[in-house]
């Protein structure tokens, strides 16, 4: 028997770098955005099933007392 998965890649922070195969992410809707999220709060994603995570040009946008509280969170 075969169980079909699907690979969850995210590609947060966005805005409009619209990444093949991934599911595009930002805080602020756009044509390119597919998920409307907060990076800082991924709990609408199982823990342990996101396969990938990109954050290109991201993390200069938390304070330094979050940034080691957001990537654990990824």
Not at 2 to 21: D, F, H, M, Q, S
Request: aromatic share 6%; proline share 3%.
């Amino acid at each position: 028997m075969t169980v079909a998965t699907e690979t969850i890649k995210l590609n947060l922070g966005c805005w409009n770098t619209r990444v093949p195969t991934f599911l595009n992410v930002d805080i602020r809707p756009n044509v390119d955005v597919d998920i409307v999220a907060d990076a800082a709060d991924l709990s609408q994603f199982a823990d342990g099933s996101v396969d990938e995570i990109r954050g290109s040009n991201l993390l200069e946008h938390f304070g330094h007392s979050e940034v080691a509280h957001v990537v654990k969170d990824w």
